[in-house]
T-cell receptor, first 112, second 114 residues
Framework: GENVEQHPSTLSVQEGDSAVIKCTYS??????FPWYKQELGKGPQLIID?????GEKKDQRIAVTLNKTAKHFSLHITETQPEDSAVYFC???????????FGQGTRLTINP | DARVTQTPRHKVTEMGQEVTMRCQPI?????VFWYRQTMMQGLELLAY????????DSGMPKDRFSAEMPDATLATLKIQPSEPRDSAVYFC????????????FGAGTRLSVL
């Protein structure tokens, strides 16, 4: 089955700097890659996703890139703000499958 | 705005007691997922339903856990008997199925088994 590895497990950046979180997946048939943000005491919320037919997607300060050949995808947050502090999860979904396989999460801290 | 509702938000119980967690999916969603989150294991999928039918419960300990959807507006996850190792946050998520991949998560039930 699918396996998703996420790095780093913790990340601390200065406010205004960029943050990058990386994930690799094992199943070359996976075709959908969402990123979720989980704030303290809340459930994960989708912030951006990408499908296997595109290489990059951007939404304001966040962007996701996908390298299907290498089987990895990354989340980029630019101009970080204190409210970006949270745990971020990547996930992958296999073709025709309903379920998502999640990475272990990255705790992002933005230092003022 | 539409959201997944989970009750209770917190539950403290003693080992051996039955625990029932409830989830109201977003109206119109036809897939429901149950996850367990712990520091050690991260987010684990326990079971999921489509159109109220269980599609996969391979992540769930069969001897003590059970998941059902009595109707389209209610999903339940039961643990009987509960054990301290079941202490975790349990999340329910709903979605529109294959045509729409996004899963919307509830706020979770934090379970502590003493």
């Amino acid at each position: 089955g699918e396996n998703v590895e996420q790095h780093p497990s913790t990340l601390s950046v200065q406010e205004g700097d960029s943050a990058v979180i990386k994930c690799t997946y094992s199943d070359s048939a996976s075709n959908y890659f969402p990123w979720y943000k989980q704030e303290l005491g809340k459930g994960p919320q989708l912030i951006i996703d990408i499908r296997s037919n595109v290489g990059e997607k951007k939404d304001q300060r966040i962007a996701v890139t996908l390298n299907k050949t290498a089987k990895h995808f990354s989340l980029h947050i630019t101009e970080t703000q204190p409210e970006d502090s949270a745990v971020y999860f990547c996930a992958a979904r296999g073709q025709g499958a309903q379920k998502l396989v999640f990475g272990q999460g990255t705790r992002l801290t933005i230092n003022p | 705005d539409a959201r997944v509702t989970q009750t209770p938000r917190h539950k403290v119980t003693e080992m051996g007691q039955e625990v029932t967690m409830r989830c109201q999916p977003i109206l119109g969603h036809n897939t429901v997922f149950w996850y367990r989150q712990t520091m050690m294991q991260g987010l684990e999928l326990l079971a999921y339903f489509r159109n109220r039918a269980p599609l996969d419960d391979s992540g769930m300990p069969k001897d003590r856990f059970s998941a059902e959807m009595p109707d389209a507006t209610l999903a339940t996850l039961k643990i009987q008997p509960s054990e301290p190792r079941d202490s975790a946050v349990y999340f329910c998520a709903s979605g529109l199925g294959l045509a729409e991949n996004i899963q919307y998560f509830g706020a979770g039930t934090r379970l502590s088994v003493l």
